[in-house]
């Protein structure tokens, strides 16, 4: 590709709702730009941006792709991101390293829940944006309506730059109304405006004027006296207010029948900043601790962030970088300012889709990628060894679907865990831990297709075979009352025999206070060289409580007699007696299951309060606390962790994905009685398999 000045360089995220047409417009563009020479489909399988072959299979975007072309003498590179809130991650590290963003709107739906989303990303990026409604050639699409609710939901100001020639199966261009010039089928072929749409096109063109000469206070002024506003004059107003978020310039078209494409790329061009225009480069020095200001320049110290990581099944691990300052040489070093290692750096290129295009170096503003790089994961700094320097990494939301996870066979457990540590490096919205209690491996990430496209990837890129299933609740046992319980073992065989004799008490302890030994014994009933013995044989004895085989928890158990034989006694006979008086005096002390209860902060639009606190109801939750926050309202509220185990999916089918939570262990509490046998009768039947 060619070498272009950070001036012409333009880094643009296509966001939207899923099935909006985001990749069908990417293909579209690198079509009419020539980078591609054939037309791809999603539904057929062959886009630039869906290689993976898990988007191929499901026809949805799952990575986010980069796809750099040339248009109007600047070089665009589009990150073409997916759509379902699964995959949030991917746009969240696309928002991270772009100036600036378009969001697909459906011509008929307008402003879906996923646009709400990714609407949110951008303001967390404080990113510029443009509004493409596609898909106008749609039965029952509406241009004006879509713009509408862009302005209703959003509160923005609409800028309509163009009208659509034609709706539905009708559609057959669009006016722009800078120029007054209409664009006419997939070559936008220059034609006159339909003489039926001059008085609309007039009075929108009078409009967009309004709002350009808004952003400028010459213009402004050269507005109210009544002068007309040259195009290179609108440009420049609606420029000024795009980059200040002031205004949302409006565009249509359709990517599949390529129909308002190569407008939209020139509108990027115009309209979006280039990275030398765009927010102050930040980076922490680790060496002073101080905040320094970088210049978007190649003469600035060398600065790129580690965005995205993939496992190349070619090339092996495979870094995605962008570089904010100085520039990055192929074959050459790099320092990893987190890791505090030095990097070689291979071979550099740009990327496109899966092809990869070799370069000499990457400067200031651009993306590409290097592979086989040692220590540097997704979030690292690359930058000079004399000047360490550390840019913020990606921001990712915690994980709220989880999954117990178990190779299928004994070849795949020896890979399991080194393919699951490459897994969560390639998307860091996933998370592996293991479960000391239940001892079970989990696997969590943003929904139920998230973990289960993970699981195929497990497959896929590193050969290994895991089934999902649902997580155990680590529930445990305890006691609601003092009993004492005479634990007594003698066992005589020929010789030396065993005998050991232990008087207990148990004791319950407030919720949360854990264990307690305490030795009570006087006179020597019990030898004090037995006595570690006897709490060895009590901790063993806690780790399965009578009930269903949980540990037991807040008990205080004291040793106040016993008695001994000088021969046959030992500390295994000691550490038996143990276990067995343990036993006795909890089945006399009111033994109960407690199961872990989670503090749950919920975010939810205003009119699914209801319907969200009624699925709570039915879930044993005790609501705590309801506000409003930036227009939406957050339910507070304690529930048990056996409730909540399918919640993520629940919630986004009440609020038609509107709504997100967040999940915290808070504290034990006792299992109601009726679920409570439930559970026991469970843990029996599953023993006795």
């Known amino acids: ?347 550099l290129f740009l990327i496109r889709g899966k092809e990869q295009m070799p370069v000499k170096q990457l400067r200031a503003g651009e993306i590409g990628g290097v592979a086989k790089l040692s220590s540097t994961v997704t979030g690292d700094t690359l930058c000079d060894k004399g000047r360490p320097l550390m840019l913020d990494p990606v921001t990712y939301p915690k994980p709220i679907f989880s999954a117990a996870i178990a190779p299928k066979t004994k070849a795949d457990l020896d890979k399991m865990s080194t393919a699951l540590a490459r897994l969560v490096e390639e998307d860091p919205t996933l998370e592996v831990t293991r479960d000391a209690e239940t001892n079970e491996t989990i696997l969590s990430g943003m929904g139920e297709s998230h973990v289960d496209i993970a699981a195929r990837k497990l497959q896929q890129k590193f050969g290994v075979e895991i089934t999902l299933g649902t997580p155990k609740v680590p529930y445990r046992e305890t006691i609601t009352r003092t009993a004492s319980a005479q634990g007594r073992h003698k066992k005589q065989t020929g010789g030396h025999g065993q005998f050991g004799d232990v008087w207990l008490r148990l004791e319950p302890l407030p919720r949360g206070a854990g264990f307690e030994f305490v030795d009570e014994v006087f006179g020597g009933s019990v030898p004090r060289q037995y006595i570690p013995a006897v709490e060895k044989g009590v901790r063993e004895t806690m780790t399965k409580g009578i009930l269903a085989g949980y540990p037991v928890v807040d008990v205080r158990v004291a040793l106040y007699d016993g008695s001994y034989h000088a021969v046959d006694s030992s500390e295994m006979a000691f550490k038996i007696a143990a276990n067995l008086g343990f036993k006795k005096a909890m089945e006399e002390a009111g033994p109960v299951l407690l199961e872990p209860i989670m503090q749950v902060v919920i975010t939810i639009p205003e009119q699914y309060m209801g319907d969200v606190l009624g699925d709570l109801n039915t879930r044993r939750a005790r609501v705590q606390g309801m506000e409003q926050s930036h227009g939406r309202s957050v339910v507070t509220a304690q529930v048990p962790l056996a409730e909540m185990l399918h919640y993520a999916t629940t919630l986004r089918s009440i609020t038609q994905g509107r709504g997100v939570y967040t999940m915290e262990f808070s504290h034990y509490e006792e299992v109601p009685s009726h679920i409570a046998q439930q559970i026991i009768q469970a843990a029996k039947a599953a023993e006795s398999k």
């Open 1 to 347: 590709m060619a070498d272009y000045d950070i001036s012409k360089l333009r880094n643009v995220a296509l966001l939207g709702h899923g099935n909006c047409g985001k990749t069908s417009l990417s293909e579209a563009m690198l079509f009419d730009a020539g980078a591609i020479s054939r037309l791809g489909k999603v539904d057929e399988g062959n886009t630039t941006s869906d290689f993976d072959p898990e988007e191929q299979r499901r026809k949805i975007s799952v990575n986010t792709s980069i796809l750099p072309l040339d248009w109007d003498g600047c070089r665009i590179t589009i990150l073409d991101t997916p759509g379902y809130t699964d995959f949030v991650g991917e746009v969240r590290s696309a928002v991270r390293v772009v100036e600036g963003a378009v969001v697909l709107l459906d011509a008929v739906a307008g402003v879906e829940v996923g646009t709400e989303l990714v609407w949110q990303h951008a303001n967390d990026y404080k990113l510029p944006r443009i509004a493409f409604v596609n898909k106008m050639d749609r039965e029952n699409a509406d241009f004006q309506k879509a713009v509408e609710s862009l302005a209703d939901i959003f509160g923005v100001r609409p800028a309509i730059m163009q009208l659509p020639i034609g709706s539905q199966a009708n559609f057959k261009g669009v006016v722009d109304l800078v120029s007054r010039t209409a664009y006419l089928g997939p070559k936008a072929e220059k034609g006159p405006i339909p003489a039926d749409m001059a008085s609309q096109v007039e009075e929108a063109r009078t409009q967009l004027i309004e709002v350009a000469a808004e952003g400028d206070d010459e213009l402004i002024m050269k507005y109210l006296d009544g002068e007309e506003l040259t195009a290179d004059e609108i440009y420049r107003g609606l420029r000024l207010g795009v980059r200040g978020n002031k205004i949302v310039p409006v565009l249509c078209g359709s990517s599949l029948a390529n129909i308002g494409v190569q407008p939209l790329m020139s509108a990027i061009v115009a309209l979006l900043p280039s990275p030398a225009e765009g927010s102050e480069i930040r980076a922490k020095n680790p060496a002073t601790g101080e905040t320094e200001v970088l210049p978007a320049t190649d003469n600035g110290p060398l600065a790129a962030l580690a965005f995205k990581t993939t496992a190349d099944p070619f090339v092996g691990r495979l870094t995605y970088l962008r570089v904010y300052s100085g520039i990055l040489e192929s074959d050459s070093r790099a320092y990893n300012s987190r890791s505090e290692s030095e990097e070689r750096i291979g071979q």
